[in-house]
């Protein structure tokens, strides 16, 4: 299989990762971005273990939401006797 940003794949040692799709390779890795949310760099030694996945099978994690801070109140001036 011809490795190339776009593919989608499955990666028989890792299962559990879902099926990820290609961002970028070049001769040494490609990274991947797998359905369990993590982008995961493969070596070219390795580009055997991935096996062509379905298109509509790839499912993007999901974006999560911002954490949003609480405002710190300011502090109270003390008064001086």
């Known amino acids: 299989m ?3 940003a ?3 794949v499955s990666h ?4 559990e990762w879902g099926v990820g799709k290609v961002l970028e390779v070049t001769a ?3 990274t991947i971005q797998f359905s369990d949310g993590k982008n995961r760099k493969i070596a070219a030694s ?3 273990t991935l096996q062509p ?3 509509g099978s790839f499912m993007p994690p999901p974006v999560a939401a911002p954490l ?3 405002l710190r109140t300011g502090r109270v001036a003390k008064k001086k006797n």
């Open 2 to 4: 011809i490795i190339k």
């Open 68 to 70: 949003v801070k609480a």
């Open 6 to 8: 776009g593919n989608i």
């Open 53 to 55: 996945a379905a298109a």
């Open 12 to 15: 028989t040692g890792g299962v």
């Open 46 to 48: 390795h580009f055997t």
């Open 28 to 30: 040494a890795m490609a």
